[in-house]
T-cell receptor
Framework: DVKVTQSSRYLVKRTGEKVFLECVQDMDHENMFWYRQDPGLGLRLIYF???????EKGDIPEGYSVSREKKERFSLILESASTNQTSMYLC??????????????FGSGTRLTVV | GQNIDQPTEMTATEGAIVQINCTYQ??????LFWYQQHAGEAPTFLSY????GLEEKGRFSSFLSRSKGYSYLLLKELQMKDSASYLCAVRDRGYGGATNKLIFGTGTLLAVQP
């Protein structure tokens, strides 16, 4: 069964810590995405990558960075965690084609709490 | 700009039919998706529309009108397990289609009552 795997389901970190969220997919997908999901705000795109070592800012990149050294792995980095980054973080991957029902495959999510 | 609107909450009765509407504005429409998300879980794919009309898949159907920027998800013979959030998402053409990026609405929380 194809999968997108996020390394942690629940995470508690202290303010100011550097936090790494890892995402691995086994579908050979070109595109990978990081979203955060908050009540009433839906899914908001933080960063995405359409190729190894390529990255593009989404709608809310401030306070985050990403790394994609290998095709299967896309890491989200919180440089200095703050309480307003407490959220559910979802990783997704997809193929590249322009058309067709190639939507996203999501990971199970990481619920991050910053205290 | 890009904007997707859907109702925040809906309530329906087990065995009934419910329609969840979604309106969108986007500069590079390239398909519309519906996802289901149970509390605490990741979204899962339900349906896809790129041409106008109705797509049926068992108890779930999805409709698209590109000229009106409008879609709906129709759920028939509702079951308790259908209680979930339903996310409307539009694929944005951007970057020549390379990125396959989805823009999500805030989701509709559906409560199915006995």
């Amino acid at each position: 069964d194809v999968k997108v795997t996020q390394s942690s389901r629940y995470l508690v970190k202290r303010t100011g810590e550097k936090v790494f969220l890892e995402c691995v997919q086994d579908m050979d997908h070109e595109n990978m995405f990081w979203y955060r999901q908050d009540p009433g705000l839906g899914l908001r795109l933080i960063y995405f990558s359409y190729d190894v070592k390529m990255k593009e800012k989404g709608d809310i990149p401030e306070g985050y960075s990403v790394s994609r050294e290998k095709k299967e792995r896309f890491s989200l980095i919180l440089e200095s965690a703050s309480t307003n980054q407490t959220s559910m973080y979802l990783c997704a991957s997809s193929t590249r084609p322009r058309t067709g029902m190639d939507g996203y495959t999501f990971g199970s999510g990481t619920r991050l709490t910053v205290v | 700009g890009q904007n997707i609107d859907q109702p925040t909450e809906m309530t329906a009765t087990e065995g009934a039919i419910v329609q969840i509407n979604c309106t969108y504005q986007t500069s590079g429409f390239n398909g519309l998706f519906w996802y289901q998300q149970h509390a605490g879980e990741a979204p899962t794919f339900l349906s896809y529309n790129v041409l106008d009309g109705l797509e049926e898949k068992g108890r779930f159907s999805s409709f698209l009108s590109r000229s009106k920027g409008y879609s709906y998800l129709l759920l028939k013979e509702l079951q308790m397990k259908d209680s979930a959030s339903y996310l409307c998402a539009v694929r944005d053409r951007g970057y020549g289609g390379a990125t396959n990026k989805l823009i999500f609405g805030t989701g509709t929380l559906l409560a199915v009552q006995p």
